[in-house]
C-alpha cells in the first residue's frame, strides 16, 4: 500500500517541529550569548571604575603629600589621610574584580605591591620625618615619589589597556550573537513558512482533490452511469477509498447486467411458454371443434324431411360450436398473437390498429423480421397503449409510429385525449415497462392533462 498519509503527515509534523525546534534552540543560544557578553562588558565596566578611582587615590596621596612636604601644613595631609582610609578597601575591590583573570590577577598584584612599597616604604617614612624636620625632606625625596607613582600609574594604565581591549572585544562578541540571532530568526521564519506552504500544497494534491474526484464520480454514479470510475491511484488510505470505490462500481454494474439478463430470460421464457399453449390450443381443440362443427353440418344434410325439429336443433348445435371456435380464438390472441409469430411485428401492429375502436394512423419503417423478444415486447406496448387509449383517453385519434434505425427500435405512440397517464395507476403500463426494460430498452410517458398522451418506447435491437 505504500507508506500512509497517517505517515506523511506525522513525518511533515517532525520536520516542522524540528525546524522551529532548531530555531528556538539556535535563538536561545544566541540571545545567551548576548547575555554573557553584556554581563562581561559590565564586569569590565566596573574593573575601569575601580581602577580609575584607586589612579586617583595615589594621585591624591601624592599631591597632599608633596604639599605637605612642601608648607609644612597639616591641612595638606587631608586628601592623603582620606586616601589612605579608602585604598585597602578599594584595592581589595579589585582584587576580587580580576580574580577570575590570571592576567589581569597579575597586573593587580603588581600595583598591589607597587601600592605597598610606596605608602609603606616611602609615603609614611616621609610624613614622620616631614614633622620631625621639614628640612630634612629633599627635593630627591620629593622626586623618587614621583618616580614610584608614575611606575604605579605605568601599570594602572597596562591594567586599564588589557581590560578596555577585553570589552572592545566583548562588544564584539555580543555584536556577533545578535547578528546570529537575527539571521537563525529569518531562516527559521522562512523555512517555517516554506514547510508549512509545502505541506498545505501537498495536503491538497494528495487528499482535497482525490476526494473532490471521488464525490463527482459517486455523482455521476449516483445518477445511473455505472460505468464512471475513479482515475489515478492516490497515496496510501485515498488510494485505498479509489480502488474501494471502483470496486464498488464495478459490482454494481456486474449486478445490474445480471439483473437484466436474469429480467430477460424470465420474460423470454413466459413468451415461449405463452406461444406453446397457444400453439396448442390452436392445432388441439380449435381444430378438433372445427372438424365436430362440419361433421354436424353433415350430419343436418342427412336428417329426414319429416323431422325438423333434430335439423334445427343440429344446426343451433353447429352455430354453438362456429361461437366456441370464435371465443378460443379470441382467447389464444390473448394469450399470444399468432400473427406475429407468423407474419412479424408490421403486420401484427396493423391487425392491432384494425381492431382499435379509435382510429389509427401507422407510420411503420421496420424490418419483415427482428428478433422475437423485440417484436413480442414492441407488439405488447402499442397493444395497451391503444387499449389505454380506447378505454381512458376520449381521443378521436391515435398514432403509431414504429423505426428501426442504429441497431434500435424507436416506437411512438400518442392519442389527443384527455391526458394524465401515469405508470402505477394500474398493471398495463408497469407491466410493459418491465418488459421493456427486461431488454435493456427504456420507456417515457409524456402526459399533461388534456394534452393527449405520448408513450416513447427505445428496444435495442442488436445482440439478441
Ligand atoms: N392514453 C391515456 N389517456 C388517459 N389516461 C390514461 C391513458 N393511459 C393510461 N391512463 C391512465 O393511467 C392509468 C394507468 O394505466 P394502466 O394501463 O397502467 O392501467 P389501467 O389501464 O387502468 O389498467 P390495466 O392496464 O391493468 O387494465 C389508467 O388507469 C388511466 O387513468
Ligand atoms: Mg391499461
Known sequence: MGSGLTQRAVAAGIVLALVVGATFVMLLYSMAGMRRSQLQAGHSTQVLVVTNR????????????????????????????????AYPREIGELEQLVADNPAQRARVHRIVTAGASYIDGYARPLVQAARRDRAAVTAMAIAEGERRVDVIRADFSALVTAEQSLLESQQKRSDAAARRAGVVGAAGLIASIALIAAYTGYLTRAVVAPVRRVAATAGRLAGGDLAARVPGRGVGEIGLLQSSFNTMAATLAHNREELAASRSRIVTAADQARRRIERNLHDGIQQRLVSLALEVRTAQTAVPQDRPDLGEQLNRLADGLGEA????????????????????????????????????????????????????????????????????????????????????????????????????????????????????????ITSPPAQGTTLVVDLPVGGQ
Do not use: C
Open 54 to 85: 584607586l589612579e586617583r587615590r595615589i594621585m591624591d596621596m601624592e599631591t597632599g603629600l608633596r604639599g605637605f612636604a612642601i608648607t609644612g601644613q597639616e591641612r595638606f595631609l587631608q586628601p592623603w589621610q582620606e586616601a589612605l582610609a
Open 325 to 444: 371456435v370464435d371465443d378460443l380464438r379470441e382467447i389464444s390472441r390473448g394469450i399470444h398473437p399468432a400473427i406475429l409469430s407468423r407474419a412479424g411485428l408490421g403486420p401484427a401492429l396493423k391487425a392491432l390498429a384494425r381492431r382499435s375502436p379509435v382510429p389509427v394512423e401507422l407510420d411503420l419503417n421496420v424490418p419483415t423480421r427482428l428478433p422475437e423478444p423485440v417484436e413480442v415486447a414492441a407488439y405488447y406496448v402499442v397493444s395497451e397503449a391503444l387499449a389505454n387509449t380506447a378505454k381512458h383517453a376520449r381521443a378521436t385519434l391515435a398514432t403509431v409510429q414504429a423505426e428501426a434505425r442504429d441497431g434500435v427500435l424507436h416506437l411512438e405512440v400518442r392519442d389527443d385525449g384527455a391526458g394524465g397517464a401515469t405508470a402505477g395507476g394500474g398493471s398495463g403500463l408497469v407491466g410493459v415497462t418491465d418488459r421493456v426494460e427486461a431488454l435493456g430498452g427504456t420507456m417515457t
